[in-house]
DNA sequence: TCTGGGGTCCTAGGACCC
DNA sequence: TCTGGGGTCCTAGGACCC
């Protein structure tokens, strides 16, 4: 049996775990630069709130409302996520996490039936007393199962934060109340297919054969179709290497239309790269940068820059990841203040393992040099905070900044900001 | 005025091979 | 006039996830 553990509107329950003046208001946080609403409360929900929906339309809405509203603090999220996980690990013996706010973890051994969900009520209870963070288990014999099982746990509190799926009668009475477009693996858009087709519920989608699942979703799609069945068909793995690292941001406001912002803007997505490369130990052999001008109606025409370099000799080396991009840049550079940049970023692919790099024949410069300077320059960063010495190119920070105008503080990982506690 | 960020996987089509 | 058969590899684009 596999659990999966899902934090509930973990964005917003981290905000409260800090202030609980907010446990009674409904809560919303925004996504960087406060363009869009990406997390709500329960009661924020029930005002109507939609996912993803764009802060500014709904502000005068969330004023009206007295809704709490706060600026991402990926910083607390990473780090409450963190303290999450270790806590889970104490309960099973693989635990493999799968986004910042959920894990599965491996239930065999551990009863069946009531003992099954005593265990787990054990569980959930264990996390909201040393977190402070409300989570909800769902178990099942499949991954995509325990997701049905955990939506069902969220929404009716009389499972008390866990809800099994382990008889065919309550697999059928599971999927006949689902939604079909609630099926984790089947988007949007299939979603409006097989509805088009009369197939409303995971229990009519599950009901067609796997000929015809296959015909009309693809391999992908009878994998889940499979799942549903209850036999298990998705590995997840622990830790992979990633294939492509990226790093990106919209700019505030109209964007940015001077090529020394956007290359302080980029040099620092490039810095952020080869940082998140040296994190998991790999070296990229292509980078890419982009810039487009805004995707919505704005007067202008639209326009986009895309260049990718290769090199020679795949690395993580921050000063030639910079240099890299800042040319990329201003190779496909088309004059200043002709269009405002909305959003940047850069993409470091073709990755391999740090310690798998093949060597070029005609290679000239001194990597050796390169590497202890490199190494250093780490050490220093390392000790002192990211950024402490850095390449130039990046500039102050002036040219381009993020809108945060509703940050909360870094309780948990700033000396300064900790919480304080009243005599 | 204002609209997020970071990933993976699959498929179709083109270029290329013998 | 007619113009094979069987592959691989790469890329772009679209779908999905949180």
Known sequence: MFGLVDCNNFYCSC??????????????????????????????????????????????????????VFSSNYTLYGDMSRRVMMM??????????????????????????EALREYGRQIVSAIGRGTGIPVTLGIAPTKTLAKVAAHYGKRYKGYG??????????????LSGLPIGEVWGIGRH??????SQGIKTAWNFALLGEALVRQLLSITGARTWRELQGE??????????????????????SGLSARWQLEEAVATFASACS??????????????????????????????????????VATNDTQELVSTAVNA???????????????????????????????YLFDHTD???????????????????????????????????LKREHASPHYTTDIHEIIKVKA
Request: overall charge positive; aromatic content about 8%; proline content about 4%.
């Open 15 to 68: 905000e409260r775990v800090f202030n609980p003046a907010l446990r009674t208001r409904p809560v919303v946080v925004l996504s960087n630069n406060d363009g869009c609403i990406i997390a709500r409360s329960n009661e924020a929900k029930a005002l109507g709130i939609a996912m993803g929906a764009p802060f500014y339309q709904a502000k005068a809405m969330l004023e009206a409302n007295k809704v709490a």
């Open 88 to 113: 889970l690990a104490d309960f099973s013996p693989e635990l493999t996490q799968y986004s910042i706010d959920e894990a599965f973890i491996d239930l065999d051994g551990f009863g069946t039936g």
């Open 161 to 174: 934060g866990v809800c099994i799926i382990d008889n065919e009668e309550r697999r059928a009475k599971a």
């Open 190 to 195: 299939n979603a409006a297919r097989l509805e």
């Open 232 to 253: 298990n068909c998705i590995d997840i793995n622990e830790l992979p290497q990633k294939k492509s690292i990226c790093t990106s941001r919209s700019f505030a406001d």
């Open 275 to 312: 940082r998140k490369l040296k994190e998991q130990q790999a070296c990229c052999a292509s980078l890419t940068v982009f810039a487009y001008t805004s995707r919505f109606c704005t007067g202008q025409p639209p326009h986009c820059i895309n260049r990718t370099a290769q090199f020679d």
């Open 329 to 359: 840049l201003r190779a496909d550079w088309r004059g200043d203040g002709k269009h405002n940049y909305k959003k940047a970023g850069v993409i470091a692919w073709n990755t391999c393992p740090a310690s798998a790099v093949q060597g």
């Open 367 to 401: 990597r050796a040099r390169q590497a202890r300077l490199a190494t250093a320059i780490d050490a220093i960063n390392r000790k002192n905070g990211h950024d402490t010495v850095k390449v130039a190119t990046l500039g102050t920070g002036m040219g381009w900044k």
